[in-house]
């Protein structure tokens, strides 16, 4: 029997979560792949191949090749427009002998009475939620092939062997399975130093004081730090490298890793992702860029994006020099000339939420001399560039999103990176929304040069001339 | 403007616009100062928190020394309309032990009446 984990699928829900791709999402600190391949192990599967999507380096540098359970993994990529069944079907060879296909964020939730064993009895089912099979189990080709042509209802067979079929279809459901989990269901997985005597399970290296109180349930991970008078439990479940500090109380929460609980706080029913706050309840989400409050403890920025962050400040520091003495000049002009003036608008900020930005504006349809140097200098940006400087803004992206006109594409991004210069700014027939999404997609040092020379060569040749 | 006061049945309406954090503060401060001192009759207010869709811990402090000064000078100050992401920050510093929060100004109104 071969195992098929389709992962390819963008889980929007997950994304609030911050950047670990949902097959990675921590279940009482597992991440929710350990569990299938788990699984595989126990049933005896030992090729598994994983169909990955975004965050496939972080999932394949997890699971590697299998190794630590047992199991051979083999990766793919899948085609966009391929549906997983599709997919499945095409590689009808490979699962003559049976297959275990998991489509999605689902969880085999293990009854007191499972049985690993019970495999051997289970007859083929298929479990599909919102109009997608997340599961489909078959001991042989004609099984298989009978359940992917839909010749089978759906949501039969397990429970026979006492799994629960849980599909995680949102932040409300993640959070559930979590407080499940660390209520007791722990205990019935492969979960080292998990004591089921006291309902807890301790990691290395975690720092508690005295006066510290910890009330199980609970589930700590490893290298974590807890400050005095500081509650955690009961129900709470903190991943590694997380530091909570004084006075503060974690009840009924999940923390993520690598995150900072600051002093005299009170979290409850709520799943704090570094700098992100979120509502267990409805998934509401706000990002606090208030690190008294919750923060990251590990920096975000990578080698690459340090390098890039540096050279893009000392190129827009050496626009800004150049700049400095025309704005002095042609600003007073300008507005003695009443051609053109700043006017502020609201933007959409990526950890703030908004910011008023000032956008230059022409007032009057005549031309001018003025106006025009103005412009072909790029001196419009000027505010814009020294607020790159101070690192309020990208100095090239994506264009700022006003709000209320822009929040539909904003809602679409996941990755939001306001800046001085854009597409928009050397492309004519640019699309917000798709120019934003490509960007995201190829973001690197050198699209970032492209788009600050091509911009300022487009503005001096094309937009000054009104 | 931070800040859009007026005054409804003898009671301050502190209209906030939106974000409430350490840019703003300072902003909030000055135009609540100025209007308080144009109307110091005006001993009770309603905080109107429906346009602010994100508060820090600025924000909050200064929620807090000013409800701290109006309850000094013999007067008290509620909080309306909490959106759904400030009333977050709002559960996990416990600031709703601290505040009485209403779903609408008109109820915040009718407690002090």
Known sequence: MKAVFYTAEALPWAEDLGDTPWPLLPVANRPLLDYWLETCAEIGISHVQVILGEGAEQVEEFAGTGFRWGVEIQYSFARASEQPLDYLKTISDRWNDGLLFIGGAFFLRRRQAYDPAGFKALEACTYMSGGRTLFLFGKNDSEVKTMLDGQMESGRGLEQIHLHPYAIEGIPAYFDLNMKMVAGESSRYLTSGFSEADCSSVGYNVLTPPSAHLRPPLIIGNDCSVGTMTTIGPRAVVADHVIVDSNTRLTNCLILQDTYIGQNLEIENKIVSGNRLVSAKDGTTIEIDDSWLVARNRPEMRTEDLVRYIILWFLALGVAIVQVIPFVILYPLVRLTRIGAYEEGIFHDPRTGFVKLPVFRKLEPRKSVVYRLFRAATLDRFPWLLLALRGRLFVCGQPPMRHPDDDEVVRQLSQYYPAVFSYADYSRDSDRLVDSLWYAHIRSLFEDVKILIKSLLYRFFRAGSQ | ?113
């Not at chain 2, 009671?11 to 902003?27: K, M, N, P, Q, S």
């Not at chain 2, 309603?46 to 000078?73: C, H, P």
Request: glycine share 6%.
């Open chain 2, 1 to 113: 403007m931070v800040v859009t006061c007026s005054k409804e049945q003898g009671v301050g309406i502190i209209e906030v616009g939106h974000a409430l954090t350490a840019a703003t503060v300072d902003a909030f401060r000055e135009q609540l100062a100025s209007w308080q001192a144009v109307e110091p009759d005006v001993k009770n207010f309603v905080a109107d928190l429906k346009q602010v869709d994100f508060m820090d811990s600025a924000g909050l402090g200064t929620l807090i020394a000013v409800l701290k000064r109006i309850s000094e000078e013999g007067g008290d100050m509620k909080i309306a309309c909490l959106q759904k992401k400030p009333r977050m920050v709002f559960e996990i510093t416990r600031a709703y032990k601290v505040f009485e929060i209403y779903d609408t100004v008109d109820d915040a109104l009718k407690k002090f009446n």
